[in-house]
């Protein structure tokens, strides 16, 4: 599984992003590549701006891929990433604009409320009290399950669509 994070949106939601930012976003790096190992995802963090002085941009750090969007939006980077990933891609971001977009694409969008409950789970910490809040979810983005547009569901009336059938397969292997 392929998943891209918007690493802003999930330090920002962990107290801002004023302070020691880099000590933050190598914190965040680190917690991520124990879950990339744990798991086994292929894990993508993408952050605003470029690199500074003491990092490297767009090198793998212990099985995370940090990539800086070096003048432009890391939405931008992140939407890129969802199209061509397709339906293999797991998109991490509180962005209403990001989420639909991504979509579209086919992927899974977690809102990263959400996507913090599985990280601290997965890492056996859940002793986060940011990563257990479940206070503004439907706001941030929680809401993993794809919103239905179209026409009346035919078939059988209690199966799941396959949409939904495939992000929560998708889900239960975060």
């Known amino acids: ?9 999930v330090i920002g939601s962990r107290g801002g992003l ?11 790096v680190a917690e991520l590549a ?10 993508t963090v993408v952050f605003d701006g470029v690199v500074d002085e003491v990092g490297k941009p767009s090198l793998p750090v212990a099985g995370v891929r940090v ?5 432009e939006r890391a939405d931008d980077v992140v939407i890129r ?4 990933l397709g339906g293999r891609g797991t998109i991490v971001s509180s962005d209403r604009e990001v989420r639909e977009k991504c979509r ?6 977690l809102g990263v409320k959400d996507f913090e409950r599985r990280l601290a789970d997965a890492l ?5 009290p ?3 809040s479940q206070e503004g979810d439907k706001k941030d983005g929680g809401d993993a399950e794809p919103s239905r547009t179209g026409s009346e569901k035919r078939g059988n009336p209690f199966r799941l669509s396959k949409t939904v059938r495939r992000t929560r397969k998708r889900l239960e292997r975060l």
């Open 34 to 43: 124990r879950y990339a190992r744990v798991k086994g995802h292929a894990v």
């Open 130 to 132: 940011d990563a257990r």
């Open 18 to 28: 004023w302070g020691d930012v880099a000590a933050k976003r190598e914190a965040f």
């Open 1 to 9: 599984m392929d998943i891209v994070i918007d690493g802003y949106n």
């Open 124 to 128: 056996g910490g859940g002793d986060r």
């Open 81 to 84: 990433f969802s199209a061509q």
């Open 104 to 109: 579209s694409h086919g992927g899974v969008v």
């Open 67 to 71: 990539l800086f969007s070096r003048g």
